[in-house]
């Protein structure tokens, strides 16, 4: 097991929105941070460049030269990842930070630490962080004090749980089960109503009885260009809720949903109109 010393060098996998400003907020708390640009696209690389990451080339160099290795990338990819890690015979202190459910946090922490790695759960909870716009990092382990040091005084405040890892992913899937749920439950049904051809006298009945739902409704459109990523944590909070003994359906409903909205990925935000259509193409009844 290594030691962290007051600077720590972060290896970032694989920096997209939430990972560069993750990675930022390492850095800019005296950490220095690297990612590996192989087989990236030339987006990514960009952003990595403007979050000012120290490009180590290959994921080999980065696991060779890190003490942390820190995982931000979509739920599907974070098993392979962690095998990739995990076959290179990473020693340092491996933290996944992804959003997934707490088994599958255990299968992770089993091929890390088969590898050789001292394994940290985590999960972010808010917003990308920056500074005037903090987030949390939820962590648990044995690690996890040390890790927490990483972030000190940044943006993404640690929050280190006296559990177990699979903690801090429980958590985060807590958290998303309401926030990303109730997302894809309110496109849902105002695809219903306009199904049925009562989308205007709903939305006058939100507006005078539920005035913060035309809002939520507003948000969850927006929020369309990551339906894509969104699938995955879906079935992620399905299983932890069906490992619970709690009924999954709602959760795999979700993911349906969320399914038919991923082509809006790195597309302009679609009208509320847009994607009723595409949830219930079909026209109202007469």
Sequence with gaps: MITLMAETTVGLLHPGEMGNAVGAAARGAGSPVRWASEGRSA???????????????????????????????????????????????????????????????????AIVEAG???????GIVGNPPRAGSP??????GAMAQRVAAVFAGSPLEP???????????????????????????????????????????LLREWEASQPDLPARLDRAVWSTFKAWRWVAEMEEIAAT????????????????????????????????????????????RS
Excluded: C
């Design 43 to 109: 987006k990514t690389r960009a952003q990595a460049e403007g979050a000012a990451l120290e490009d180590a080339g290959t994921l080999a160099s980065l696991v060779a030269t890190s003490q942390v290795i820190l995982s931000v990338v979509p739920p599907h990819a974070a098993v392979g990842i962690a095998r990739a890690v995990g076959a290179l015979g990473f020693g340092g202190v491996y933290v996944d930070a992804n959003a997934i459910s707490p088994a599958t946090s255990r299968a992770i922490a």
């Design 159 to 201: 929050i280190v749980l006296d559990a177990p890892p699979g903690a801090a992913s429980a958590l985060k899937m807590a958290y998303a089960a309401w926030t990303k749920g109730t997302s894809a439950l309110i496109l849902a049904i105002r695809a219903l109503a306009a199904r049925e051809g009562v989308d205007e006298p």
């Design 135 to 140: 987030s949390h990092l939820y962590l648990a």
């Design 241 to 284: 809720f069906a490992e619970a003994g709690l009924p999954d359906g709602f959760h795999l409903a979700a993911a349906e949903i969320f399914r038919e909205l991923s082509g809006y990925r790195d597309a302009a935000t679609p009208s509320i109109e847009e994607v009723s259509a595409a949830l219930a193409p079909t026209l109202p």
């Design 116 to 122: 050789g790695a001292t394994f940290v759960d985590g």
